[in-house]
Nanobody
C-alpha cells in the first residue's frame, strides 16, 4: 500500500516561513490532483491549496498571496511554500493525492505547523 510521506512542519514565529513536502512511498498512476488540507482541533478538514494535473492552482482565501503550491511531476511530489505565517495558520496539514483508480485518494499522516505570536 503506497503511503504519502510528509515533512517540513514545525514551530515558527509569526511572519516566518515553512516549506512542506509530500512524496509517495511508491509508484502512483493516474494522478488527477494534489492538495494540502488543514484540520484544526474540533474542526473539519479544509482545503488550503490544490494543483491539478495540468498545473492549475487554487487557494483558500485566507492564504492567497502567502502560500504557494507546486509539484514535481517526475517525483509525484507536492510542496507548499508558506510565507508570512500567522498564528491562525496553526494546524495539522495533510497532503492529498486524488487518482483515477482505486483507492481514488491517498492521504498523508499529517504534519504539525505551529505559528507563535
Amino acid at each position: 500500500q503506497v503511503q504519502l510521506v510528509e515533512s517540513g512542519g514545525g514551530l515558527v514565529q509569526a511572519g516566518g516561513s515553512l516549506r512542506l513536502s509530500c512524496a509517495p512511498s511508491g509508484r502512483i498512476i493516474g494522478i488527477m490532483s494534489m492538495a494540502w488540507y488543514t484540520q484544526a482541533p474540533g474542526k473539519q478538514r479544509e482545503l488550503v491549496a490544490g494543483i491539478s494535473s495540468d498545473g492549475i492552482t487554487n487557494y483558500a482565501e485566507s492564504v492567497k498571496g502567502r502560500f504557494t503550491i507546486s509539484r514535481d511531476g517526475a517525483k509525484n511530489t507536492v510542496y507548499l511554500q508558506m510565507n508570512s505565517l500567522k498564528p491562525e495558520d496553526t494546524a495539522v496539514y495533510y497532503c492529498n493525492i486524488k487518482v483515477r483508480y482505486y483507492p481514488y485518494a491517498y492521504w498523508g499522516q499529517g504534519t504539525q505547523v505551529t505559528v507563535s505570536s
